[in-house]
């Protein structure tokens, strides 16, 4: 009777790595050797290819356009393209007139924003958007004649029925080669539908009820400059807000329109029912601008046609591309903006039954809007274009 030895967990380039052996008397040993070759620095590449989000495409490099690239999107969007190593070889800063000339940084090398029409010249593989909504209606249409693919963070053209509004976890397969200008969706919408879409899938959604606790930096750089001013005692500073916003709270994200909702709030609505591809969805959203910078936090109350389990709630999300369950109220574990800021996934906590209404959930859904809600997302639609030939 032989006794087995399971002796060897690893052996890595003929080194002995871990060893463990169960002595008996009259027992026999038998060790076994696997000894991997190691890898060749071709076979590494193969790899890393394969393994990339890029697929094929990572073995090209190419000239990036970030238009607006001194904004805080902007700036975000180099950050994201340096860090998910987007295969970039030279990219090619754009803002408006005054900051011409001015120099940005990628990956520790130093680049000259220039114009747009130089920018246009210069003929990047594409050209991601973060310049506002005027901006982009006026420069958008001029690189895609000149056959510069475009990916835009306003809401010029979101809901134009020629364009598409795209978050890569929900409908990126819908784009295709005659897709010129693609739009990025609202940053408090991103997020929400990334977390809706495996429900939707599985329950069916009805109805959603939304508000929003939005950070000032889905304002722009100029509305956290008054952020901080105000809490250092500093009046002189200019006002995006028509209140004070340290110690307040403003239920009003955008302009008013007549039915009495925020365009954010319309937004919230009219985009959710597009990137979902379903116009039953009824949705109807409060949104708010509260003193906080590292991300935007929603309360979503979903009904569902059909009834679910909270376990296989909480599964599904979790095993959801991009999202992050954080539930674990007893030991104080939920998605907070400060632990969300400067990360590219949407966390999802709160997960509970609304217990005065049928087939009913509420969850609390948190993520960077300067990430997630515009530059990740937008980078993320390049990588799938990329990986799919369109640039
Ligand atoms: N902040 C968010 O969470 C968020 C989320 C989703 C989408 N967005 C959208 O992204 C856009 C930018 O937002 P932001 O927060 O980054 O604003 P921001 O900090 O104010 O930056 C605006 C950028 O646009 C540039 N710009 C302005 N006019 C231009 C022109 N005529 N030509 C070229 N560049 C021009 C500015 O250049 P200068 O520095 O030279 O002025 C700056 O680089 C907006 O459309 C916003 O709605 C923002």
């Known amino acids: 009777m032989y006794k087995w030895i399971t002796a060897l967990r690893q052996i890595k380039f003929g080194v002995f790595h871990k060893f463990s052996t169960f002595p008996r008397s009259r027992t026999k040993f038998y060790i076994i050797f696997v000894v991997q070759k190691p890898p060749t620095p071709e ?3 193969i790899f890393h290819i394969n393994n990339s989000p890029l697929g094929l495409g990572a073995l090209k490099k190419m000239k990036i356009a970030v238009v607006g690239a001194t904004g805080l999107v902007g700036t975000e969007i180099l950050k994201v393209l340096a860090e998910r190593n987007f295969p970039v070889s030279e990219i090619i800063p754009v803002a408006s007139e005054k900051s011409i000339g001015k120099q940005v940084e990628f990956k520790g090398k130093q680049f000259t924003v220039v114009g747009y029409e130089d920018a246009i010249k210069m ?3 594409v050209a991601i958007f973060s310049a506002g909504g005027s901006s982009s209606l006026a420069l958008a249409p001029l ?3 000149a056959g510069i693919p475009v990916i835009d963070n306003s809401s010029a053209w979101r809901m134009d029925p020629t364009k598409k509004l795209i978050v890569p976890e929900v409908n990126a397969n819908t784009i295709t080669a005659e897709d010129k200008i693609i739009a990025n969706p609202n940053c408090s919408t991103i997020q929400m ?8 899938d599985k329950y069916k959604i009805k109805r959603v009820v939304v508000s929003t606790y939005q950070s000032v930096t889905g ?3 100029a509305a956290v400059d008054q952020l901080f001013a105000e809490r250092a005692g500093d009046d002189s500073v200019a ?3 028509p209140h004070k916003i340290d110690l307040n709270v403003l239920p009003h994200i955008d302009v008013f329109l007549d039915n009495g909702y925020t365009k954010e709030e319309m937004k919230m609505v009219n985009e959710t029912k597009k990137i979902m591809g379903d116009d039953s969805i009824a949705v109807t959203a409060t949104t708010v601008r509260i003193p906080t910078v590292g991300g935007h936090s929603e309360a979503v109350n979903i009904e569902f046609e059909n009834d679910f389990d909270l376990d296989e709630v909480r599964r599904l999300l979790s095993e959801t591309e991009g999202v992050i369950v954080q539930d674990d109220p007893k030991n104080f574990v939920y998605p907070m903006p400060i632990t969300s800021h400067g990360k590219d996934e949407v966390f999802v906590g ?4 609304d217990e005065s209404q049928a087939n009913t959930l509420n969850l609390w859904v948190v993520a960077d809007n300067l990430r997630k809600g515009a530059a990740t997302n937008a980078v993320q639609i390049a990588e799938y274009m990329l ?3 369109l640039l």
Do not use: C, D, S
């Not at 539908?193 to 939707?200: D, F, G, Q, S």
């Open 143 to 145: 690189f895609a004649e």
């Open 123 to 125: 003929k990047p593989a």
């Open 193 to 200: 539908v990334v977390v809706m879409k495996p429900l939707h």
């Open 387 to 389: 990986k799919a030939n």
């Open 219 to 221: 304002t722009g750089k």
């Open 43 to 45: 076979g590494l590449q």
């Open 239 to 241: 006002k995006v807000y």
């Open 350 to 353: 709160r997960i509970r039954r």
